[in-house]
């Protein structure tokens, strides 16, 4: 299983409290992805990381910002969590570019 | 744009017989595809995938799938299936461009004693 934990596992908070969720790999693979999963809407991409300090957004990014200081480490921030962001955040890998490797998942319910 | 279909939500199938779960995709070259598999409260794992050469391509657990460019398809099929398939299944294509993955909504196994 390639290297990637993600932290916390699980995760409650009240609405309009700041969140961030920590991906940390082993595998020093350059491209690395925060999905979002929910039941009926599947695995949607909120954003993800080419590079170290070089991200994008993904097709739900709204309210979410994330950060890459270290090849190792990507994190997601929720800057004032809502309870449509209560969800199964998940982190993924690549290196090639498509190949995805996930993480176990992070549980965050905002109350 | 590019998509993916899994045309069954939910499927049944009783332990010891066979498995096929459908994929359907959009795309206009030679894609990459991927099937993936997430046992409850985990993470997803992959399970197989295609980039070029042999259609038919041979995954972990048992698994299998075959690239039909034809039908742009690429379903997924096991011969003989165990309790511990039960699982949720994802279909995957990757994207035209910045190495994103287009996905599937997800076919949900349930196996019959």
């Known amino acids: 299983d390639a290297g990637i934990t993600q932290s916390p596992r699980h995760k409650v908070t009240e609405t309009g409290t700041p969140v961030t969720l920590r991906c940390h790999q082993t595998e020093n693979h350059r491209y690395m992805y925060w999905y979002r999963q929910d039941p009926g809407h599947g695995l949607r991409l909120i954003h993800y990381?080419?590079?170290?300090?070089?991200?994008d957004k993904g097709e739900v990014s709204d309210g979410y910002s994330v950060s890459r200081s270290k090849t190792e480490d990507f994190l997601l921030t929720l800057e004032s969590a809502t309870s449509s962001q209560t969800s199964v955040y998940f982190c993924a890998i690549s290196e090639p570019p498509y190949e995805q490797y996930f993480g176990p998942g992070t549980r965050l319910t905002v109350t | 744009a590019q998509s993916v279909t899994q045309p069954d939500i939910h499927i049944t199938v009783s332990e010891g017989a066979s498995l096929e779960l459908r994929c359907n995709y959009s795309y206009g070259a030679t894609p990459y595809l991927f099937w993936y598999v997430q046992s409850p409260g985990q993470g997803l794992q992959l399970l197989l995938k295609y980039f070029s050469g042999d259609t038919l391509v041979q995954g972990i657990k048992g698994f299998e799938a075959e690239f039909k460019r034809s039908q742009s398809s690429f379903n997924l099929r096991k011969p003989s299936v165990h309790w511990s398939d039960a699982a949720e299944y994802f279909c995957?294509?990757?994207?035209?461009?910045?190495?994103?993955?287009?996905w599937g909504a997800g076919t949900k196994l349930i196996i019959k004693p």
């Open positions: 990381s080419y590079g170290v300090k070089d991200t």
């Open positions: 995957a294509v990757a994207a035209d461009s910045n190495y994103q993955l287009i």
